[in-house]
Structure formats: C-alpha cells, structure tokens
C-alpha cells in the first residue's frame, strides 16, 4: 500500500454515501492518470444503487417468494429498444414510419414501487409497495469509514512496480491540492497513511548507520594499528563499495525500500572488514620487515592473502545467491536482500584488492623500528597494545592445550551441534 487518503465532511448534508460517489467520479480517475500509481480504490462499495426492502409478513400472507419478485424486477425495468413501425423495406412504399421507444432501466424508488409482481384475469394485481418499499442506498453497507467521528471515504493507493515511491506520492499530492480547491464547502481530505515518510525514517537510520560505522571503525583501527593515516583508508573504501551497490541495485532493476536498505546496513560491516584486513596485513609486514616500503609490502601482502579474499567473497556469495532462487512469497520478499547483499559482498572484495592496495602504498609509512614521541596519546596505545598482547599468549595457550587434546575438540563440536538441534526444535516458528 503506498497511501491511505481520508476524503471526510464536517458538514451534515454529506454522507458516506455521497463522499464515495464524489470520491469514484471526481478523484479516482485523476489519482490514476499519475505516473506511477497502479491503482486506486474505495474500501467498501458505497455505489449508489436501489435497494428493495421486503415485508416477510406481508409476503407470507400473499404466498410471494423472493424469486417472484426477482423475476418481476428482471422482467420490467430492462434496457430495451422496441425498433419501429412502418420501416421501409425497399419492397413496398411507405408512407409513415413510427419509431419506438422504452423509458428504459428505472431510476426513480416510486417506478420500482409500482412494478407488478402478481395479477390474474380480474383486474387484480400486487405491486412492490403492497409487500415491501424501495429507496436508493448504497450497494453494499459491510463496510463503515468514519475519521474523527466524521463520515469519509477511504481511498488506498496501489504502487507500480519499479516506480519511485517518493515521487509517486508528491505526485499525488500535488493532485490532491490541486482537486481541493474544487471541493464542496465543509469537505477536505487527511492522508491516514504514507510510506514514504517510512521511507524516509529507513534511509536516516541507514545514514545513521553509516555514520556510527565510520567512527567505529576509525576508533578501532586506530587503536589497534595507532596510525591515522590507516583509519583514512577503510573509511575511504566503504562508501566506494556502498555506491558500487547502489550501481548493481539499478542494474538488476531493483528499487530503494526497507529491504534493500536493510541489506546495505548488514553490508557496511562486511565493506569495513576487508578493508581491515588489507591494512592489518600491510602493517604486519612492515613489522616483519622494518625496512620495507610502502609499495613492497603491498606486493607482498596482495601475493598472499588475495586468494583468502577471494575464497571467503565466494563462500559469503553461497550463502545470500542461493535466497535469490526461492520462490512464493518469501523467495520474493527476500530476493532484493540476497542480491544487495550478493552485490555489495563481490564490489566489497573488488574494491579490497584494488583500491586498498593503492591507497595503502599511498598513504601508509613504515614506522615499524622507530622510536615514536612520547606522550598521552602513545603511552595509552601502548599500554593497550601491551595487554592485548598478553591476551592473545592466553589465547594461543589455551589453543596449544586443545590441540594436544583431539577428543576436547569434537566433543566441543558435538555439543554445539546438540545444541544448535536443541534449540531448533525449541524456538517457535513462523513467517516473518
């Protein structure tokens, strides 16, 4: 649903009835003259029609069925066209000709009132008002619209496929004050419900994200490497593999909605990552080497981990492709996701083992080897560096201590698979 428009009147002398009908001639043909909406309807059906109320009581007492009356109603009140009298047949001269004519379909409750329903050879006949009334209602009364305790007409509005939500709606509300002007006195409309203000909400959020993304990974990179020149590269490389997305949404014919936003918001950590690893990478060549250039260690470090790059970009790609297949309605509501977050994944992997590798011979110094000013700033890095170091010895302790120990590792492993089993039967499911 791209809209909900309420058409409402303050005024007693407009009913539902009326702010439908108004609504069907006056607005819905020009709500879909606009480009991009696919369609636009009335919930309930407040046409105008002639309604015939019948008395069982009086129907029992003259032994007439509803299909009596029915077929009464089906019989006089038709579209018909007589023809003529006296119509020259090119066989013989005709002097006069007479054409005929039926009023036609009724319009008037007193017309319907005064269909025969029943006579017989004295004379004697029943009409519709001896056994029940006509009055002209709605067709249909299933449905009640009301905004603010006042009658209105709800109008919901279908979106073409591939058409900018956006623009679509200022189209159409740029239609909507335009046809205000023409209303009749004490009737106006309320837009209920806009996507696009949904929209809008999702896109901040996303430039939130992206926000929050870029300091973090500025904060961590530095912390760890204590260079700014390597926290300018990944912040450099995620928009470049964002906007690479965006080309690959178009190409595919994809459209920006909730779903392909939420998927660039998962990818921007992905985006950061390999970027992340190419600095890290260049880094622990220059302590490795602390003689090194920028431009060799590069060399060095794209002759040995591109093929890693490439490996996890594929296995990442196996896991979102395949969504992309499904059919019924979760294939289709989760197609846009997989291939955004397909996309984004490979221009992510392309941009790590090329602008990366440039913007780290570029920007990068060897600094590894160097006594480094001391101050606030150093002595706090170095005391984390410090701590982190003694961590990871842990770490790679406890590692040792498994390894020696083949039996600790798979029944480690069978646990988790007895949990994963566990949990899967526990937790409820359900579409979304």
């Known amino acids: 649903m791209l809209m909900y428009v309420n058409l409402y009147s303050t005024g007693k002398n407009m009913d539902e009835k009326f702010l439908y009908n108004y609504a069907n001639v006056n607005m819905l043909p020009e709500i879909n003259r606009v480009k991009g909406v696919a369609r636009s309807q009335i919930l309930g059906s407040r046409t105008y029609a002639m309604r015939i109320w019948l ?23 038709i579209v018909g066209r007589p023809g003529r009298l006296g119509q020259s047949s090119g066989i013989k001269a005709q002097s006069l000709e007479y054409v005929l004519t039926y009023k036609g379909r009724f319009s008037e409750p007193s017309e319907y009132e005064d269909i025969i329903v029943r006579a017989n050879s004295n004379g004697e006949s029943i009409r519709l008002k001896d056994i029940g009334k006509a009055e002209l209602g ?27 939500a956006s623009d679509v709606i200022k189209q159409v509300k740029e239609k909507l004050e335009e046809m205000k002007e023409t209303f009749p006195p004490g009737m106006d ?75 660039l918001v998962l990818a921007i950590g992905i985006v950061v990552d390999d970027a992340i690893v190419v600095v890290e990478a260049v880094h622990a060549k220059f302590e490795e080497f602390p003689n090194i250039t920028p431009y060799m260690a590069v060399k060095k470090v794209l002759g040995e981990i591109s093929g890693a790059i490439i490996a996890i970009t594929a296995v990442m790609v196996s896991v979102f492709l395949p969504i992309s297949f499904m059919s019924g309605p979760v294939g289709t509501f ?39 000013k001391k101050n606030l700033l150093t002595k706090g890095l170095d005391k984390f560096n410090s701590g982190f170091e003694k961590m990871t010895g842990k770490y790679v302790g406890l590692l040792r201590h498994m390894v020696s120990r083949k039996w600790l590792t798979f029944a480690i492993l069978l646990l988790f698979c007895a949990g994963t089993f566990y949990v899967n039967k526990v937790l409820p499911s359900g579409f979304i």
């Not at 009658?151 to 900018?164: F, M, T």
């Not at 901040?204 to 990974?217: G, K, M, N, P, S």
Request: hydrophobic share 50%; net charge negative.
């Open 55 to 77: 008395n069982p009581d009086r129907m029992r007492a003259y032994n007439i069925s509803v299909d009596e009356v029915m077929k009464a109603l089906g019989e006089q009140s």
């Open 138 to 164: 709605s067709e249909f009364f299933d449905i009640y619209s009301s905004l603010d305790g006042h009658p209105s007409a709800s109008i919901v509005l279908k979106q073409n496929y591939g058409s900018n």
């Open 189 to 263: 409309y309320k837009i209920s419900y806009d996507v696009s203000q949904f929209l809008d909400a999702s896109i901040e959020q996303v430039l939130h994200t992206l926000r929050d993304a870029f300091i973090l990974v500025a904060i961590v990179v530095f912390i760890f490497l204590g260079d700014w020149r390597s926290t300018l590269i990944p912040i450099l490389a995620v928009p470049v593999s964002l906007i690479g997305a965006f080309f690959a949404i178009q190409f595919f014919g994809l459209s920006i909605n909730l779903v392909t936003l939420f998927a």
């Open 334 to 372: 989760y197609r846009q996701f997989s291939i955004t977050m397909a996309s984004s994944i490979v221009i992510s992997a392309i941009v790590a083992l090329t602008l990366t590798p440039v913007l780290c011979a570029m920007l990068l110094k060897n600094h590894h080897g160097h006594e480094r």
